[in-house]
């Protein structure tokens, strides 16, 4: 029977890879003591060493997905509201009350 992928948390691959940089401890023993593979220590240690002169940057932060979607609905609100308002204008303009329901 097939076994189910196993799914590791960031703090336990920070951590672990953080072992693996201070270097106190062998490949081998720290994947026993944590029960994973040794291959897995290595990853987490090159991804962790890749990463890490980036946390001191102080470069231009690129906004993510969420920010980007409120600016578009801010600016569709916007345009929303002129065009309600000038609905409104016409309406009253041609003699007809814009709350009226026909």
């Known amino acids: 029977m097939k076994q189910k992928r196993r799914r590791y ?3 336990l691959k920070a951590k672990v ?3 693996a940089v201070m270097g106190i401890k062998t490949t081998s023993q ?3 003591e944590h ?3 040794p291959l897995l220590v290595t990853q987490w240690k090159r ?3 890749d990463r890490l002169p980036g946390i001191f940057e102080r470069g231009p932060q690129v ?3 969420s920010e980007k979607t409120i600016a578009q609905l801010h600016q569709k609100i916007g345009q ?3 065009d309600l308002d000038w609905l409104k204008k016409k309406c009253r303009q ?3 009350s814009p709350d009226d329901e026909r």
Do not use: F, K, N
Request: aromatic fraction near 0%; proline fraction near 4%; glycine fraction near 12%.
């Open 17 to 19: 890879g953080l072992e």
């Open 63 to 65: 906004p993510d997905e």
């Open 35 to 37: 029960q994973v593979h």
């Open 80 to 82: 929303l509201t002129v």
């Open 30 to 32: 720290i994947a026993r």
């Open 9 to 11: 948390s960031g703090a």
């Open 47 to 49: 991804i962790l060493l």
């Open 94 to 96: 041609l003699g007809l």
